[in-house]
Each structure stands twice: as structure tokens, then as C-alpha cells.
């Protein structure tokens, strides 16, 4: 089976930046994905990692360490608009995926 | 190019009766999902499907619900029966044939209230 462990909530400030962690247990493994969701919206992608190491778009940079099976988000020059639900997801085969319960990020002035 | 289609948003069904919801994928996408969210709770993979085709129903409950995406039309989650604890937002998803990045795209879900 598969399990994915992120912290419930975290706050932080506008202009700040913020780090969500995310480990992970699963039975096979092709890549970690990031998704966000804001309150009553669709979840969107925001980043998707396969190998070892840091992807960056934009504000938004995603790293994976598959040995560790850890991936974090990391959010930077945040924004009120940011404030929003995120979620890793592991895909352990075919094109499921499989998603932590997210993070609740709140960005105060 | 359209997004991932959902219908109803909102439905409202007494226990026992039946909710189909339906998902209609981005044009070209051939791979549709379907995930459950409970309020507060992460999405719960519940169907993998390709036309005419379920490739996982691992998440699936084993009574009451089924899904479709015939050759035709659009894709069906179907639940009969409905209990109070099928409440809940049904998002459906879809990706291309062969995505390099894993995305899905999601339709903006449809919430069930049971009665």
C-alpha cells in the first residue's frame, strides 16, 4: 500500500518563504507530484519530480530525494493569493496517484 | 481546448436513491480518474479508466458503485443506493496517453449531499 505524511497546517508570513515536507511509503515509486487547492476549487498541478533533486518554476521549486522517499515544496516571495490547501502525491504505478491528506498553508500579512 | 467537464456540481439525493455523475475529459485525453474527497480529508483514488476500458478499480468500494467511459460520451461514476456517508466532493480527472510530467487535470468536482 501507500502512505504519505505532509504537517496539517502551516502559517507564514507575505513575502515570506515556506518549506512543506512530505515522506512517503509505497510499494513502487515513479515520481512525487505537488498540487494545490484552494477552498472549494479543483485540485491544479504544480510540480512533478522523477529523479533526485530540485525542480523550480517560478516561485514555486519542488525537491525529491528518493533514497530518503522525501520530498518537500518550497514557496517562495509568498503571496495572500497562496494561502491554499497542498498536496504530494506518489505515483506507484500506471498513471494513479495516490495523495497525502495536504497542508493547509495560511499566508498573513 | 476546454477543461475537464463535470456534471452536476452540486447533487442532492435522498439515501436509497441513485447519483450519476458525469466527467467529460479534456479533448485528447484518453485517461480519465475518479477521486473522493471527504471535507478537511485528501483525495481517495478510487477508479483508473480508458475508453471502453477499467485499467484499476482498486479504490473503488466493492458494492453500490461502478464507473463507465464508453467508446461514446462521457465518462459515469454511478452510485446506487445512496448513503449518508457518500457525501462528499467527486472530482474526476484526465491526462493525455502518454503525459511526461504525471499531470492530471482535474474538472471541478461535483458535490454530493445524501439526505
Known amino acids: ?109 | 481546448n476546454a477543461g475537464v467537464m463535470q456534471n452536476p456540481r452540486h447533487l442532492v439525493r435522498r439515501r436509497g436513491q441513485e447519483a450519476r455523475l458525469r466527467c467529460s475529459p479534456m479533448k485528447g485525453h484518453s485517461h480519465v480518474y475518479w477521486y473522493r474527497q471527504l471535507p478537511e480529508e485528501g483525495l481517495k483514488f478510487m477508479v483508473y479508466l480508458q475508453k471502453e476500458n477499467i485499467i484499476d478499480e482498486s479504490g473503488m468500494p466493492k458494492e453500490r458503485f461502478s464507473a463507465e467511459f464508453p467508446k461514446e460520451g462521457p465518462s459515469i461514476l454511478r452510485i446506487q443506493q445512496v448513503v449518508r456517508g457518500d457525501s462528499a466532493a467527486y472530482f474526476c480527472a484526465s491526462s493525455p496517453v502518454a503525459g511526461t510530467n504525471n499531470e492530471q487535470f482535474f474538472g471541478p468536482g461535483t458535490r454530493l449531499t445524501v439526505l
Open chain 1, 1 to 109: 500500500g501507500q502512505s504519505l505524511e505532509q504537517p496539517s497546517e502551516v502559517t507564514a508570513v507575505e513575502g515570506a518563504i515556506v518549506q512543506i515536507n512530505c515522506t512517503y511509503q509505497t510499494s513502487g515509486f515513479y515520481g512525487l507530484s505537488w498540487y494545490q487547492q484552494h477552498d472549494g476549487g479543483a485540485p491544479t498541478f504544480l510540480s512533478y519530480n522523477a529523479l533526485d533533486g530540485l525542480e523550480e518554476t517560478g516561485r514555486f521549486s519542488s525537491f525529491l530525494s528518493r533514497s530518503d522517499s522525501y520530498g518537500y515544496l518550497l514557496l517562495q516571495e509568498l503571496q495572500m493569493k497562496d494561502s491554499a490547501s497542498y498536496f504530494c502525491a506518489v505515483s506507484a504505478g500506471a498513471n494513479n496517484l495516490f495523495f497525502g491528506t495536504g497542508t493547509r498553508l495560511t499566508v498573513i500579512p
